[in-house]
């Protein structure tokens, strides 16, 4: 027992090291790993960072372009861009996070047991998969967030439950050419049960597209919520959402273009940021990518 | 052939009915009721009248009661009157939207398919160029763009500052008096924004999608027969890769109906088209439950039949898929 322990550990840091090996090599990969970093800074440190209250009206400086004193400039209520763009930082990215979340642990646990049981668990749940993916993805999030209160938890939940099946599609196929494998076999053999079969043996071995895969899903993510936001279904004002802001950048949109433009930039930086590393994260693993 | 396209046909007659189930169930599982939104704000609204208005919109059967009615109806094309002031026939109002929202995503896939191709196909055989390396880069771009603040800025930069192009509707006011000539220039001035801009998310996956197919397809052994033999290499490229790097196009542009669809929502809204998306989007806000239903089972239908007619012509342009299904 301890040896396999160990020789786990082994294969598990060398595999680490190969993968940082070619991870490195790519530029834009690390572009967007350092992103993602600066990002995630700057939504941990909002409070440090912003120069004002993301919610603090201003009476005097209604829709000042940028100055020295608000270098983003302000909107309609007087209330500092750049703060607000710092602030809805952690709003976008903890929607991202969670809804990807979500989708990744429905379509992992529905695409684990499409692929490990086969048969009619497999044509169910792929059926389903199908008829899931007939539906406008954004039209079906509009009709159910519109019924709901729109909350950010209600948006991080549809955004998350309207996005798994290419997650459940990805582990089923994983599922299915490695379920026949020698190691798993040899674990049935010794008596493991379904459960430790799949959660130990084969899960793991299943996980690196699904990486990919949340990467790339954050941006998405993002981008939707910003969408929904930017349409007054999203975030509420006064909390500060870029998609949000936004929609004060289309009120506005011939006295104040930095209303407008700031905050998209915010939202194409990040999904840019998400996206390069996701394919990144993708080349690193694929060997057959690499040679090229 | 014909065997397998009745075949295909029967087999998304589930998927169509699953669809209706499942948009059915979606959205009278969610809390909230049009009729509160009539009645919740308005306090000399009785329980009685509540109740009847309820009644009168069939709300207050039981769920599976008013599916069964409802399917029967969607099945002879009737999704019932809008919620709306207006009380038209939902089908009808649809009706009146969806060529619009069709002939803008026709457009946009006209667009991406001629400039993505090119695209693809130049910097596939110029891999690791600077143009290969500038059409990544605007292929990244463009997959994080968001596309509603393109649309934006666009609006802002060459309708609101520079005036060449009209920022909203699909003509303008004095559009009765145009002559022929002028409807169509003044049609098309309309047009330009909207569709450039929502073609561009596709742009880029496409243009990416035709590079990894040509540099595949140039990689096999009878492209390099083809060079062997002493074939210029345009030959080579435009007639023998070419055409095997093109077939999974139809496939592509099948399947990308939702999303073009999907993205028409936002589109219409900024730029005030009155298509299938503004439609869905101004009855989501007053919760028009008909309206709703209607247009997410159209989506969705339109969505099966890009998939099938994918699949189909793709059996049709690729011998080798026709026979390997045949069998």
Not at chain 1, 51 to 79: K, M, N, V, W
Not at chain 2, 25 to 31: G, K, M, N, Y
Not at chain 2, 255 to 264: A, D, E, F, H, N
Not at chain 2, 309 to 318: C, E, N, Q, R, T
């Amino acid at each position: 027992m301890e040896n396999t322990v160990k020789h786990g550990e082994i294969t598990g840091r060398f595999r680490r090291s190969v993968f940082w090996r070619h991870f490195r090599k790519n530029k834009l990969g690390l572009v967007g790993a350092g992103i993602v970093l600066v990002l995630a800074g700057i939504a941990l440190l909002a409070p440090l960072l912003s120069p004002y209250d993301p919610t603090e009206l201003d009476a005097q400086r209604i829709l000042s372009p940028p100055s020295r004193a608000h270098c983003f400039g302000t909107d309609r209520l007087g209330r500092d861009v750049l703060s607000r763009i710092i602030w809805g930082s952690r709003i976008s990215l903890l929607v991202g996070f969670i809804a990807v979340g979500i989708a990744t642990s429905i379509g992992v646990l529905v695409g684990s047991l499409a692929g490990y049981y086969g048969r009619w668990v497999d044509s169910l749940i792929m059926r389903f998969v199908d008829l899931m993916l007939c539906f406008p993805t954004f039209f079906l999030i509009l009709a159910v967030i519109a019924f709901l209160e729109p909350s950010i938890w209600n948006i991080m939940v549809v955004i998350g439950a309207t996005g798994w099946m290419g997650v459940a599609r990805l582990v089923r196929a994983e599922f299915l050419s490695l379920k026949e494998r020698e190691f798993v076999l040899s674990a049935r053999a010794l008596g493991a049960s379904d459960l430790r079969i799949i959660l130990r043996h084969i899960l793991p071995n299943a996980l690196a597209p699904v990486l990919v895969s949340a990467t790339l899903g954050v941006a998405g993510a993002i981008l939707t919520e910003s969408a929904l936001s930017f349409l007054g279904i999203g975030i509420q004002p006064p909390t500060p959402s870029w998609g949000n802001i936004l929609t004060g950048g289309k009120d506005n949109l011939e006295i104040a273009w930095w209303l407008s433009f700031f905050p998209g930039l915010a939202i194409l930086v990040t999904v840019l940021g998400y996206n390069l590393l996701g394919e990144g994260i993708r080349d690193a693993l694929d060997p057959r990518l690499r040679q090229e | 052939m014909l065997r397998h396209i009745l075949k295909r046909i029967l087999l998304s007659l589930p998927l169509l009915i699953g669809i209706t189930f499942v948009s059915f169930l979606v959205i009278h599982l969610a809390p909230g009721e049009p009729t509160s939104l009539q009645t919740d704000l308005n306090p000399r609204v009785s329980a009685a009248s509540k109740a009847q208005l309820r009644h009168l919109y069939g709300l207050d059967e039981p769920l599976p009661v008013q599916y069964v009615k409802w399917a029967w109806r969607s099945f002879r094309l009737d999704f019932g009157q809008s919620f709306a002031p207006d009380g038209r026939k939902v089908t009808e109002k649809i009706a009146e939207r969806i060529p619009i929202t069709i002939f803008l995503s026709l457009l946009e896939m006209l667009v991406i398919v001629l400039i993505a191709i090119p695209i693809g196909i130049l910097s596939a055989t110029r891999q690791y160029s600077l143009f290969d390396k500038a059409t990544t880069v605007f292929v990244f771009v463009g997959f994080a763009m968001p596309t509603f603040w393109l649309a934006l800025l666009c609006m802002n930069l060459f309708g609101v500052h520079l005036g060449w192009l009209p920022i909203s509707g699909l003509q303008s006011m004095n559009y009765a008096q145009l002559s022929i000539g002028g409807e169509i220039l003044d049609r098309a001035r309309h047009l330009i924004m909207p569709v450039l801009v929502g073609a561009l998310g596709g742009l880029a996956g496409f243009s990416r999608y035709m590079r990894s197919n040509m540099l595949e397809v140039i990689r096999q052994d009878y492209i390099r027969t083809a060079r062997a033999k002493g074939l210029p290499e345009r030959t080579v490229i435009y007639k023998h890769a070419l055409r095997n790097a093109l077939l999974p196009v139809v496939t592509i542009l099948g399947l990308s109906v939702p999303s073009l669809i999907g993205g028409g929502v936002i589109f219409e809204t900024i730029f005030a088209i009155p298509g299938m998306g503004q439609l869905f989007y101004g009855s989501v806000m007053s919760r028009d439950y008909p309206v709703i239903m209607g247009i997410l089972v159209i989506g969705a239908a339109l969505t099966l039949s890009g998939n099938l007619l994918a699949d189909i012509s793709y059996g049709l342009v690729d011998p080798r898929i026709r026979v390997a299904k045949e069998r």
